[in-house]
């Protein structure tokens, strides 16, 4: 996956955080979520809002700044320097406080979460005309010590969406017009 360095709008920024939140609804009203999971936010081009880094409290809907500046390079840094943290529109780093972590089978439970919100995402990003990707290599510590100052915070899964370059080698078949080469 590659992105066009291009700015998407604030609204499709905010409704796809939106569309994040536990609520009693699902995917999030399943018993495989602790809805502990936060986001350190790496905004690198959303329309009238500033390159920065920000936290999103996922259980308050609050989005506050951690930093001012662009963190593009950091983003790809962190992301084991994957352009897909540079090139986004924004990038996000799916965090939990260890001390949530009170039983063994609860980090099962935060992965199961990271992996539904991350299936949200894919759909959102899909839903306005831009693409997401997972990410799963990135230096965690980076983002506990380095940002956050908070060693009992564990990074889970990290995603990009932004504006997708399409390969110009694969031929969009529509599901009726294929036919199988044996």
């Known amino acids: 996956m590659r992105f066009k360095e291009n700015f998407i709008k604030k609204e499709d920024f905010l409704d796809i955080l939106d569309k994040t939140l536990p609520r009693n609804l699902p995917p999030f009203d399943s018993k495989v979520s602790l809805n502990?999971?936060?986001?350190?936010i790496f905004v690198n081009r959303v329309?009238?809002?500033q390159s920065r880094i920000y936290f999103f409290d996922r259980t308050k809907n609050t989005l506050s700044l951690i930093e001012k500046g662009?963190?593009?390079?950091?983003?790809?840094f962190i992301n084991c320097y994957q352009d897909l943290g540079k090139n986004s529109a924004f990038t996000i780093s799916m965090i939990i406080d260890k001390n949530e972590i009170k039983e063994n089978f609860f980090y099962k439970l935060a992965m199961f979460e990271a992996g539904i919100i991350g299936e949200v995402l894919y759909l959102e990003a899909e839903a306005k005309n831009l693409r997401g990707c997972g990410i799963g290599c990135f230096f965690d510590d980076l983002i506990s010590i380095d940002i956050l100052n908070n060693p009992d915070?564990?990074?889970?899964y990290g995603f990009s969406i932004g504006e997708a370059v399409i390969d110009e080698r694969i031929?969009?078949?529509?599901?009726n017009e294929g036919k199988f080469l044996i």
């Open 36 to 40: 502990k999971i936060n986001f350190v």
């Open 47 to 49: 329309d009238n809002l």
């Open 70 to 76: 662009d963190f593009s390079e950091a983003a790809k």
């Open 153 to 156: 915070i564990l990074t889970l």
């Open 171 to 175: 031929i969009p078949i529509k599901a």
